[in-house]
């Protein structure tokens, strides 16, 4: 679990990279004559919060290798970041392949954070077996 927790804290920090790049590139590219409030904040400020939920996830995983509570913490944002990534699905008219590969990173999140969630109960239980 350990080894899991620390490989998949790495992998969440490069996303959040990932998608910061992303959210930069996407508002540069945009015309200015076409940027409105909505398009701005709805398309940028969207991959931003997904990124910065891996982010959160990632450190999570990582500094709290041996407790059993962060692990259900870090499930917690990972299925925020889906909540997010399904919600903002069809965001960029512009650009789909952006938006297919939030989708795509939104069910990795969700696998994630279900994952995390059942292996830190797994864990509980097994510590309250040995203590019996």
Do not use: C, H, P
Not at 53 to 70: D, P
């Amino acid at each position: 679990m350990k080894i899991f927790k620390l490989v998949i804290g790495i992998i969440s920090i490069l996303v959040f990279g990932v998608g910061i790049a992303l959210s930069l590139v996407n508002g540069f590219i945009r015309d200015d004559i076409r940027i409105t409030a909505e398009t701005l904040i709805g398309g940028s400020a969207m991959v931003l919060a997904f990124s910065a939920l891996f982010l959160f996830a990632g450190i999570i995983s990582i500094s709290t290798l041996k407790s059993r509570g962060g692990g259900i913490t870090a499930g917690v944002f990972y299925l925020a970041a889906a909540l997010i990534g399904f919600v903002s699905f069809g965001m960029y008219s512009d650009l789909k392949i952006w938006s297919v590969d939030l989708v795509i990173w939104a069910v990795i999140a969700a696998i994630l954070g279900i994952s995390f969630i059942i292996m830190s109960a797994i864990i509980v239980r097994r510590a309250r077996k040995q203590n019996t």
